[in-house]
């Protein structure tokens, strides 16, 4: 029989190559999920798009099966479920209009590229450079960001120039996006995003918090299209009609980056690493904004609540982790799922010399190099499938090295740790995370130790917190009380000899090096 005082958090991550919705107890356990993979569009070199509407249905699907599990396990999910999180890929941009829900375009995803010549006008136009609007939004001028993105559609996109003339046009990043559409659509749907979210636009004032009037004017980009802004944990709406849930409030917000450091509970002076389609490390460092003088991005950690106090992060984003063993699957062939990467690489005890360095689309933390490109070297005649495949797991690892190598300097220059070595245990979660060899091999390359916990699916955790912690199911000590958790986390520690891990970051470098100037821009 069911339970009746079961009480359920839900939570949307709606990710870069797949969508889930996971259902939590009131102990944050997991009790219900469902996950879809959805299509990649890659129109043209360097270019990656989404299909909004396809995005949605990912969602729909994900409720009605991970509701029906539930349920079929004999959870009273109908009567017990109290509120909604929603986590996201960041960045993401959607232009749709107002009047009909149509998107004007494809979601031009956050790793496509084709914004690098609005990047280097910009550059050249403003008094700074790439650095111009750092010290009000945090983020170097960059492909990466929402504002180029919609630069781009704005110039490039008919549909988005007269919608924007007629006053139809709403703008949005992913969350945006579900939300006005979980909260009516057309019929009243709410125009929202969060401080992470925003704060990564390039368009919000780390500060202030709201929309950089300064930034705007000099992007020629109109007020009117963006979103109102809200904290990451408070009531924000309920789900319309025509969803598998209905009447239920949102109450939790946060990019997906933000809600994995929540679900992992970083407090200040400690970091995550979580490795999806690309790798993202985060650093909380309190109540102040951390200018990075080594490459890295100032940002929102999160705000619980509307008169919470706001934590911001320095962070290293890094554009492909998980999408180079993908790459080995769809584009190679040599493996047939992501997970015989570990069985392949563990043929071999070394790459043979190989170093592989997957800039695909440019290098993010902490190069920011948009004319980067991938490259393979070190091949020789004794060369196998299995060098290669060590290969992209060690350029994960040292891609995640280089950002933290930054970050510490970063944090104990300003303070915010006293000492790297002694202070420091990496936190990591994501997709990846489950490969034993790719843990062993970032721990020995980091020389310290790095710690997983037994749930990996720390975004969709973090989001669930966020929501929970609005509607008062979970209380903020819990949250950031880890030592529960820290029981049941696997601990990976270092075994490697110290002078060959150090010859081994400086070839890494060397293959880096190579990566710059081997895109062709000027076309
Ligand atoms: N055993 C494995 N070894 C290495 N990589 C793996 C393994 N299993 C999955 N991956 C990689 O992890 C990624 C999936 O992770 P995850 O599900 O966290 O990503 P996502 O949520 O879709 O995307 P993102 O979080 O970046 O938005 C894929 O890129 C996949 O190639
Ligand atoms: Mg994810």
């Known amino acids: 029989m069911a339970k009746a005082k079961e009480v359920f958090i839900g939570a949307i991550d709606q990710g870069t190559t797949s969508t889930r919705f996971i259902i939590y107890d009131h102990q944050a356990r997991p009790i219900g999920s469902h996950q879809v993979e959805f299509t990649q569009f890659y129109p043209e070199a360097g270019w990656v798009e989404h299909e909004p509407m396809e ?74 450079g790439k650095t111009h609007f750092l010290d009000a939004v945090g983020l170097p001028i960059s492909t990466y960001f929402s504002a180029v993105k919609l630069l781009w559609m704005m110039e490039n996109v008919d549909a988005v120039k007269e919608a924007i003339k007629k006053g139809d046009a709403l703008f949005g990043t992913i969350d945006t996006w579900l939300i006005w559409n979980l909260t009516g659509g057309v019929n009243g749907g709410l125009h929202v995003t969060d401080v992470s979210n925003a704060s990564r636009t390039m368009l919000m004032n780390l500060k202030t918090l709201d929309w950089d009037k300064p930034t705007l004017e000099t992007l020629g980009i109109p007020a009117e299209i963006l979103p109102k802004i809200v904290s990451n944990s408070e009531i924000i709406g309920k789900i319309g009609k025509g969803w598998p849930i209905t009447g239920i409030p949102i109450s939790g917000c946060l990019g997906d980056q933000h809600a994995a450091m929540l679900g992992q509970a970083c407090k200040k002076g400690e970091a995550k690493s979580t490795y999806g389609t690309g790798a993202f490390i985060l650093m909380n460092t309190g109540e102040e904004v951390v200018k990075s003088k080594h490459g890295l991005l100032s940002t929102l950690a999160f705000k619980l609540g509307p008169k919470a106090p706001t934590n911001y992060a320095l962070e290293g984003s890094i554009a492909i982790a998980g999408a ?87 944090a104990v220059e300003k303070g915010v740790i006293k000492d790297a070595k002694s202070e420091f245990l990496l936190r990591v979660d994501g997709g990846a995370t489950v490969n034993n060899l790719l843990m062993q091999i970032q721990a020995d390359l980091l020389g310290s130790p790095v710690i997983r916990p037994a749930d990996i699916e720390t ?65």
């Not at 409720?63 to 004999?74: C, I, R, S």
């Not at 999910?77 to 999180?85: Q, T």
């Not at 948009?370 to 070297?377: F, L, Y």
């Not at 975004?459 to 929970?468: C, E, M, Q, V």
């Open 324 to 410: 180079a063993v993908q790459w080995l699957r769809d584009s190679l062939g040599i493996i047939s799922s992501a997970s015989e990467i570990e069985e392949l690489a563990l043929q071999v005890n070394s790459t043979g010399g190989v170093y592989f360095v997957p800039a695909f689309n440019g290098l993010f933390a902490p190069w920011w190099r948009d004319d980067a490109r991938g490259v393979c070297i070190g091949i020789t005649r004794f060369t196998s499938k299995a060098h290669i495949a060590r290969a992209v797991l060690e350029s994960m690892c040292f891609q995640v090295k280089d950002v933290l190598d930054s970050m510490q300097k970063d």
């Open 55 to 128: 995005i949605l249905e990912s969602v729909r699907v994900c409720m009605a099966k991970a509701l029906d599990k539930a349920t079929a396990d004999g959870h009273n999910v109908d009567s017990g479920l109290k509120a909604i999180g929603l986590t996201n890929q960041r960045e993401t941009t959607v232009l749709w209009s107002k009047s009909t829900g149509c998107p004007l375009y494809n979601a031009i995803v956050w790793m496509d590229a084709r914004t690098s010549s609005v990047c280097r006008k910009l550059e050249k136009e403003l008094p700074g």
């Open 459 to 523: 975004t969709a955790l973090g989001a669930a917190f966020a929501a929970g912690l609005a509607i008062g199911v979970f209380k903020e000590e819990e949250i950031f009380d880890s030592g529960e958790r820290t029981k049941t986390s696997t601990t990976f520690k270092p075994v490697l000899n110290e002078e060959f891990r150090k010859k081994k970051a400086e070839s890494w470098c060397r293959a880096v090096e190579r990566t710059f100037n081997l895109a062709d821009l000027s076309l």
